[in-house]
């Protein structure tokens, strides 16, 4: 590496023309029979999130390891702010970050020295290696446990100090593979928050993830793979909506009455209208609806029938459901919380026997 280029250096800008950070065009890296990735295509807007959905052995670490010169593809092109992966690797690493799905830290240094050591491969200045760790820790609120080794941090921390390390060079791409797989609730929103922060700063994001409320949250662009190809792209609504309908929650002044309103919906028979279903925790009628009349013959049915209704709402499908509809196969997640509810259920069942 060239050194001396990060002193002052500013947040790289290059992009490939179209204002796409990342373009990758017919991806392909094999493991003998395995094809992890086979023939990808994808773009990333600058200063964008780009998510890509995936269950396991879809392909995404490979993906990302491709795009971040530690694979060399079999065929295919990629473009990543402004450099080509298989040509300009060099260059290529001076303008990304990575947080891999595994902790790349080293346990025994401390934080401090983990950020200073990178810092340093990253040709920085003593100087600038020294404070670059300093700022990072300070902004991943480490500063505290910055003198202690890194093999003694909670996974929450460690994390946080992946972070902090992806982002020492002020990389203008930055890859993200799994970031807050299993992190508890609140370390995974203190995640999210920084991703945030980093994108308003102006960096574009590859961001893998098995979970569709982190894509959801983060991204503006999804890209759903599996078995090393995309099967669905576009915005998270967009693939949302092409699942199809929305589903109608009609909640009633007396949380008593569900069952009836469902008994008044079936009886009525209306167009189109069938399936409604009582949600008893939730306190609403679900209704599967495909058209704003029918959303209004609901409505219009219920207040004739005398039923106080407290709120109505429309929801698009959750991604959990996008992702059955596209690929025939529920995520691990949706299967994990299918299997409780059956155990659930059997426990019901031996009660009331
Ligand atoms: N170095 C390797 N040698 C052989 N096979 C590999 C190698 N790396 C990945 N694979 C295989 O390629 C496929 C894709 O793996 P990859 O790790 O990219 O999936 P992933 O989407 O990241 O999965 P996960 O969600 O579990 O991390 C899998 O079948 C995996 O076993
Ligand atoms: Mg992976």
């Known amino acids: 590496m060239a050194s001396g280029t990060f002193e002052g250096m500013t947040r790289q800008t290059i992009t490939t023309g179209g204002g796409n950070a990342v373009e990758v065009r017919g991806l392909v890296k094999h493991f003998g029979a395995v094809k992890a990735v086979d023939g990808v ?91 670059r760790a300093d700022a990072m820790l ?44 299993g992190l ?20 574009t994001v590859l961001l893998t993830t098995q979970y569709m409320e982190e894509a959801e949250q983060l991204a503006d662009e999804l890209a759903v793979i599996d078995r090393g190809r995309v099967i669905a792209e576009g915005r998270v609504e967009e693939l949302k909506a092409k699942v199809g309908g929305r589903t109608l929650q009609v909640r009633p002044a007396d949380a008593g009455e569900l069952d009836r309103m469902v008994g008044a919906l079936a009886q009525a028979g209306l167009d189109g209208i069938a399936g409604a279903t009582a949600d008893h925790d939730g306190g609403v009628v679900n209704v599967p609806i495909v058209s704003d009349e029918q959303l209004t013959a609901v409505v219009g049915l219920l207040g004739a029938r005398g039923f106080a209704l407290a709120g109505i709402s429309t929801h698009l499908p959750s991604l959990d459901e996008v992702f059955l509809a596209i690929t025939g196969q529920k995520t691990s997640e949706a299967a994990d919380a299918d299997r409780a509810v059956e155990t659930e259920n059997e426990e019901y069942a031996g009660v009331s026997a």
């Open 41 to 131: 295509d994808l773009d990333v807007r600058e200063g964008t999130v780009l998510g890509v959905l995936g269950p396991n052995g879809a392909g995404k670490t490979t993906l990302v390891r491709c795009l971040s010169t530690l694979l060399v593809p079999d065929a295919g092109r990629a473009v990543v702010a402004g450099c080509d992966v298989v040509r300009q690797p060099r260059a290529l690493r001076r303008r990304i970050g990575l947080t891999g799905q595994y902790a790349s830290v080293d346990e025994k240094l401390s934080g401090w020295e983990n950020l200073y050591m990178i810092g340093r491969l990253l040709d920085l200045s003593r100087k600038e290696a020294r404070s």
């Open 138 to 181: 300070e902004r991943f609120s480490l500063t505290e446990a910055a003198g202690r080794p890194a093999g003694k941090y909670s996974g929450g921390m460690r994390r946080r100090l992946d972070l902090a390390a992806s982002m020492i060079g002020r990389p203008a791409v930055l890859y993200l593979d799994e970031p807050t797989t």
């Open 184 to 203: 508890d609730p609140r370390t995974r929103n203190e995640v999210w928050d920084e991703v945030r922060r980093m994108v308003r700063d102006g960096a």
